[in-house]
């Protein structure tokens, strides 16, 4: 009967491991969610206020997602989101996180990172989707990035308003012709 009881409380603390990661995965992409940059940017924001050393946060989104799910159906738009999510792990240094925001949003949280140093990335990843090569069923999907690039340091005063500035940067991206990056220095 112990013996029954310890493999019924593994189980029990296997299945509860694996529901608090998919309650902070987003099931599609694979990557962090909402849920998981709340958590993640609490550590951040701490690193901050024992170095001083700035952090960047950029959202980017997809260029005309719905025009890609109106074309060539809603399969081609996992698609998309799936390939960009792999293309923006792959092109970001291994200390930068990424995270599906929601929708055809991403945000990437970039430790230690000067403004300078954001816009280089963003431009970078933007850079790298422009002349990635999208295909769903043999046919080849434009695909182009937005992004809206914000400092945490100096021009915000806390996480919220950081995000508010890269989302406003974001549509001012999307306003101004799309396929860019806007941050506080444009």
């Not at 701490?46 to 074309?71: A, M, Q, S, W, Y």
């Not at 937005?146 to 999307?174: I, T």
Request: with cysteine.
């Amino acid at each position: 009967a112990q013996e029954k009881r310890e493999q019924l409380i593994s189980e029990l603390l296997d299945l509860k491991k694996r529901l608090e990661e998919a309650a902070r995965t987003d099931p599609l992409t694979g990557l962090p969610n909402r849920r998981d940059f709340e958590e993640k940017i609490v550590y951040e924001t701490k690193r901050f206020e024992r170095h001083g050393k700035p952090f960047g946060l950029v959202i980017g989104d997809i260029d005309h997602f719905k025009k890609i799910n109106d074309t060539y159906g809603h399969d081609a738009g996992d698609q998309a989101l799936k390939q960009a999510a792999n293309l923006m792990k792959t092109t970001l240094r291994k200390q930068d996180l990424v995270f599906r925001w929601g929708g055809e949003e991403f945000l990437v949280l970039l430790p230690e990172t000067d403004l300078k140093g954001a816009e280089t990335l963003s431009e970078k990843v933007r850079s790298k989707f422009e002349s990635e090569d999208f295909r769903y069923n043999q046919q080849k999907i434009p695909v182009t990035m937005s992004f809206g690039v914000a400092l945490y340091f100096g021009d915000c005063p806390n996480v919220d308003h950081c995000l508010k500035q890269a989302d406003d940067r974001l549509y001012v991206a999307k306003r101004t012709g799309r396929n860019k990056v806007v941050s506080g220095e444009k």
